[in-house]
C-alpha cells in the first residue's frame, strides 16, 4: 500500500469514527430550518455566520426559500440566548430603510455578515435597496442617490451610519474625507462597531487620475464614524431623523497613506475589527502579491491615527527556523481588545487546485460563474500556512495550528461578488470574482478576564490529499484550542461526517428517521465572545437536509 493510500485510509477511517462518537459540547439551538422567518409564513433554510456579543446575543443574516413566485425572505434578525427570547427583525424587505429616506424606499437585501459591538446591543450590517433621496441639482433637474449604506441601531431605532450619498446637499458628512462632495462607492466586507456608537469599516471610491486626463482611479481606505443621538439638519427645512447627526466620517489609512517603515502606499486594505478604543486591520502593498505591509493596530480618537505594526510580511513566523518570515497575511482579522487572530502562510511551496463553481445559492451569480469559468478556475494555495494569536500587551505571537503538521489547508474558496447588471448578487461590493477566505475567532475572555496570557481560538480547517486539483473525500471541521502553549491539546467543535443528530435533535431525515451527517460548518470572526461560541452548520443532502446556528459554552480548561 502507497502512503498516500494509507493516508486516505486513515482519514476516511478517523472521519468515520468521529461520526458515530458523541461530540463533548453541549449545543444551543438559535435558530434552525423549523422556525418560521418572523412576519412570513415561510421557514428559514439558509443562514450565514452569526457574530455575538458578550452578552451572547446573537446576529445574523438569514432567508427563506422562495414561494408561489414570490422572492425568499431576506433579512437580519436577532437573538437573546442569554434570556432565551423570539427573534427579532432588524430589518427584512418590508422594512423602510431609514432617513435621509424621501422616496419611500425599502431594503432589498443585507449583502453581507452583520457584527455586534463586542460590549453592547449595537449592531452594523450594510443594506442595499432602491435610492433614497431626491434632491435638485442647480440646473433644477431632478438627480436620486443612495443605493447602500452601513446601518446601525445604537440609539434604538435602525439609523444610517454610512452612505454612498455624500454628494448631495446637507449630507456633505457622508462624503470621503478629504474629498469634499466626493460619495463613497461601496462598502466592501462588513463593517465592525465598538464603544456603542462607534461605527468602523472599509470604503471603496474613485478619483480622477492626474496622469491621464479623463481617465479615473480606483480608491479604498478603512474610516471610521462617531455617531451621536441627533437628527441631519437640512437646509430650508425640518431635520430629518431618527439619526446619527452630521459628524464626519475620520480616516484611519487608505491608499494614499504611507505603510508604517517604508515609503509605499498601501495598495490595498481589509474590512477592519474593533474592540474598545481600537481598531485593527489588515494592509498591504499588493493584495495578491504583498511584500510590505501587515496588522496594523489605530486608536479611535482622531483622524489619521498613528498606526501600530502588529504582525509584518517577512516577520518572523513561530516555531520555524529563524529568518522563516510571513509572505502572506489574512484580511479576516478577528480582535477582542487584546488577542488578535489570523491567518498567515510562509515558503514557497504549493498546492495546485482546480476550483468549480458551486451548484447552489444565487442564480444569477451561478450563471455568471460558470460562463466565466465553464471548466474551472485554477489557483495554489501555500502548503505551509497556520493559524496564529497576536498579544497585543506582550508583543508576542503565537501559532495555534499549522499545516502540514496539524491540518492540510486553512484557506476556504468561494464565488461572491457583484454580478454586472445584477442587484442582489452583491455579497462584498466589489466584481464578482473567486476569493479565498480562512475563518478564525479569537477570545480571551472566556475565564472573564483579559489581563492574563491565555486565550482560546476556534478555527475553521480541512484534512485531505488534492488528486488531480483537486480534494478527495475531505473532512472539514472547527476546532478549539487554548493557549498560550504547544501542550493544549486541538478539540474538535464539529466535523463533517459527524453525527448532526448532536448538535441539533432535529437533525433526522424526515422519511427514513435517520440521524443526518455534517456536511458544512462555518465561524465567523466575531462568532466567539467571552465564553459563548456561534457557529453554522449545514446536515444532509439538499433533498434531506437541515441548517441552523448553534451556541455552545467553551470550557475555562481544556
Not at 152 to 171: Q, R, V
Request: proline fraction near 9%; hydrophobic fraction near 40%.
Amino acid at each position: 500500500m502507497s502512503t498516500n493510500t494509507l493516508r486516505m485510509f486513515l482519514l476516511v477511517l478517523g472521519a468515520s469514527a468521529l461520526a458515530s462518537a458523541a461530540p463533548p459540547f453541549d449545543w444551543q439551538v438559535v435558530v434552525n430550518n423549523g422556525e418560521t422567518v418572523p412576519g412570513d409564513a415561510r421557514k428559514f433554510n439558509s443562514y450565514n455566520q452569526p457574530s455575538l456579543n458578550m452578552d451572547r446575543l446573537v446576529v445574523f443574516r438569514g432567508r427563506s426559500k422562495g414561494g408561489q413566485g414570490g422572492e425568499p425572505a431576506h433579512g437580519v434578525f436577532t437573538r437573546d440566548m442569554a434570556q432565551g427570547t423570539p427573534l427579532v427583525t432588524v430589518f427584512d424587505r418590508k422594512t423602510l430603510v431609514p432617513q435621509p429616506n424621501n422616496l419611500e424606499s425599502m431594503f432589498i437585501e443585507p449583502p453581507s455578515i452583520p457584527r455586534i459591538d463586542m460590549r453592547s446591543n449595537t449592531i452594523a450590517t450594510r443594506g442595499n435597496h432602491q435610492p433614497t433621496w431626491k434632491y435638485l441639482l442647480p440646473d433644477g433637474t431632478e438627480t436620486r442617490v443612495g443605493t447602500t449604506g452601513l446601518y446601525t441601531n445604537p440609539f434604538g431605532p435602525l439609523i444610517l451610519g454610512a452612505s454612498n450619498m455624500g454628494g448631495a446637499p446637507d449630507l456633505g458628512f457622508f462624503a470621503v474625507p478629504g474629498h469634499p462632495g466626493l460619495k463613497f462607492d461601496v462598502f466592501p466586507g462588513s463593517p465592525a462597531v465598538t464603544l456603542g456608537a462607534t461605527l468602523v469599516f472599509k470604503g471603496n471610491y474613485t478619483v480622477p487620475d492626474p496622469n491621464n486626463p479623463g481617465a479615473t482611479l480606483g480608491k479604498t481606505g478603512v474610516y471610521f464614524r462617531h455617531l451621536k443621538n441627533a437628527a441631519i439638519p437640512q437646509t430650508g427645512g425640518d431635520p430629518v431623523g431618527p439619526a446619527g447627526g452630521d459628524r464626519p466620517v475620520l480616516p484611519i489609512a487608505n491608499t494614499d497613506t504611507r505603510i508604517p517603515g517604508t515609503t509605499t502606499r498601501f495598495g490595498s486594505t481589509a474590512p477592519p475589527s474593533a474592540a474598545g478604543l481600537f481598531a485593527v486591520f489588515a494592509g498591504f502593498d499588493n493584495e495578491e502579491h504583498p511584500t510590505k505591509g501587515g496588522i496594523y493596530l489605530a486608536p479611535l480618537l482622531w483622524a489619521n491615527p498613528p498606526l501600530v505594526p502588529l504582525v509584518r510580511i517577512g516577520g518572523q513566523v513561530p516555531g520555524e527556523d529563524k529568518g522563516v518570515g510571513f509572505n502572506k497575511l489574512g484580511e479576516g482579522v478577528s480582535f477582542d481588545g487584546r488577542f488578535i487572530a489570523f491567518w498567515g502562510a510562509w515558503g514557497t511551496e504549493v498546492t495546485s487546485l482546480v476550483l468549480q463553481c458551486p451548484a447552489d445559492g444565487n442564480k444569477d451569480l451561478l450563471a455568471y460563474c460558470k460562463a466565466t469559468y465553464p471548466d474551472g478556475f485554477a489557483t495554489t494555495v501555500p502548503v505551509h500556512q497556520g493559524i496564529f494569536v497576536h498579544d497585543i500587551l506582550t508583543g508576542s505571537t503565537r501559532a495555534v495550528a499549522k499545516s502540514p503538521d496539524h491540518f492540510d489547508d486553512f484557506v476556504f474558496w468561494n464565488f461572491s461578488g457583484r454580478v454586472p447588471g445584477v442587484g442582489e448578487s452583491d455579497e462584498t461590493g466589489e466584481a464578482a470574482r473567486w476569493r479565498s477566505a480562512s475563518f478564525v475567532a479569537v477570545s480571551g475572555l472566556v475565564d472573564g478576564s483579559l489581563i492574563d496570557r491565555t486565550f482560546h481560538a476556534a478555527f475553521k480547517a480541512r484534512k485531505g490529499q488534492v488528486v488531480d486539483g483537486a480534494y478527495v473525500g475531505p473532512v472539514d471541521g472547527l476546532y478549539l484550542r487554548k493557549g498560550p502553549g504547544n501542550d493544549r491539546e486541538i478539540a474538535t467543535l464539529v466535523e463533517t461526517g459527524m453525527d448532526g443528530f448532536f448538535i441539533d435533535p432535529a437533525a433526522v431525515d424526515p422519511l427514513t428517521q435517520e440521524h443526518l451527517p455534517v456536511t458544512a460548518m462555518g465561524i465567523e470572526r466575531d462568532g466567539f465572545r467571552g465564553n459563548a461560541l456561534a457557529i453554522t452548520v449545514s446536515m444532509g443532502t439538499e433533498e434531506a437536509g437541515w441548517a441552523g446556528i448553534y451556541l455552545t459554552v467553551a470550557p475555562d480548561e481544556m
